[in-house]
């Protein structure tokens, strides 16, 4: 395989640790302690557990519908749950479980709460507030955001199934950071006894939970990638761990062939007959309006009737999950949640009278392809773990390391288009909303590079490339700019400090930096380079580009500060041919 691949990998190996499977058992031995009721939903509805109740709907192809909902306070989100309750008697219209979003500090232990910042959702202290709302209505509630694969996972796996919840997770969330947590050893080995846990609840059809792209698929620029890495956590959660698990993704995939290819493949290469892996397809987010809201239920009415006819067709356990039109500007209301959910129930009754002119063919064609060089994709990381000596076979082990990956490193690592190949970016087979933004973009700046005879201008040259903050977009854009220029490109990814940037342009011995920033703090991230640059004594050229603003003193709204940056003799432009240019001559 590629030496720097491998060397890369080899460096997220983690240091020493207890061995993964006896913290398992650990897990193992203190679920079967914990008793772990019905929940309201299943001793009202007769079904055995919520699985059974999915199975039901899979068999008869009938989609079902999910709501998120965080409230301000626990003592809203139990009336708001039991007004979703009166909805469904008064209409008729189902909603079949319901995944509370509280705040984050719920993720951490009661000792750090004070140091974290506040947000617009609740924040559950005692057991009390999840029995509250399994118990406010016979809807499901699944326990996800800020649970299993967060610091204070113990207390909230242990409280959630002792609540009755079926689903918790989010297993995907464990390249998330909690600050002012720090403790990612003690974090993970609680993760694992949760696994445990979960495991020990296997035939009481409790699941584990994951959502794709809050996890590494959140970079992806391939769908193929989805199912890659879909077969990776399912692999340690139920090959390693022995829990079920099951998945939602669809925020960041606006395209229906997209959503509908990668949902039946995820299917396809995951699913058995005791497990379906699908929760929810979740509605898009990218392509919403922040100004004439109400058109946004016209792209949330589309996707819906496509998911409704897929589940129809495929009968696979799909399940919608609305989002409301204010997606964009403001935390949703109960109102503004249960119109967009109203939306989706009346395309539902209308929905099979389409079913006569659909055509599926293609999205069969490209589920095929996403199985196979998804299941390539996971092949190559379990070969390039096994070949850095990490251990594939301990859970705890497995963890550690994706949480070490450089998540813009992950596709790149083990992509079929890339493993054991000279290729230098990931080709798509299909490309993500991100990838074909990102590959669009990169094409017209390289045309408008050979037209100045500059395609090859940095040849020769190393650069190292990082992103600021934790947005992506720039930094893949300016990777593959600078990489087919020619460069030697070194990604120190995101949420990067300006000492760490210049420490790697050290280490690799170059001078040529470039950050992308978008979230106002690009002034004083200049400044800082600046300092250090002085404090080193040495000389680089210092790139930036991306949102170049910030709010300076005196006033309420940002400002461009791209002449500042300028003037304190950083290269601030968003024009990566002028870049370039300047990068060549240095």
Known sequence: MDKEILE???????????????????GIEMGKAIQAPKSRFSRESGYKSYLEYKKHLMKEGRIYWNILMGLATV??????????????????????TIQPICSGKVALPKEYRDKAPSTTSFVMETFED????????????TFCDYVLASPNALETTIWSLKAGASVIGVFSQIIWSFPPYEDDMTRFINMVKCLGMMASKYDEDKIVFTYLEDGLSGYFLDCVSYVGHALMEQYICTKLCGARYMLSFGGLLSDCDLRGATAVALHKALSTEDQPVLQYLNSSTNLQWDHDIHGNYGMSAQEFLFSILLERKYKMGLGANPVSITEKIAVPTLEELMNIFTVGKRIEEKAPEWDQFMDFSKIDEMSDIMVTQGKKFFENLLEGFKAADIDIGDPLEMILAIRNLNPLKFEHSFHPTTFNSENAEVKPFFPTILGKQTVKMRDDIIKDLEKQGMHEALKGKKVIVASGDAHTYGLLLVEGVLGVSGAQVVNGGVDMHAADLLDLADEENTNIVAVSCHNGQALDYGRMLVKLAEERGKKYLMCMGGVLNAILPGHTEPTDVAHMLNEMGIFAQNDLVKTVEKMKNA
Do not use: C, W
Request: proline share 8%; hydrophobic share 35%.
């Open 75 to 96: 003592k809203e989100q139990v009336e708001a749950i039991k007004k979703i309750y009166e909805f469904m008697q008064r209409t008729g219209f189902s909603v079949d």
């Open 8 to 26: 890369y990998l080899k460096s997220i190996k983690p240091g020493p640790h207890p061995e993964g499977l006896k913290v398992l058992q650990e």
């Open 130 to 141: 999840y029995l509250d709302q399994m118990e406010a209505a016979p809807i499901e509630n």
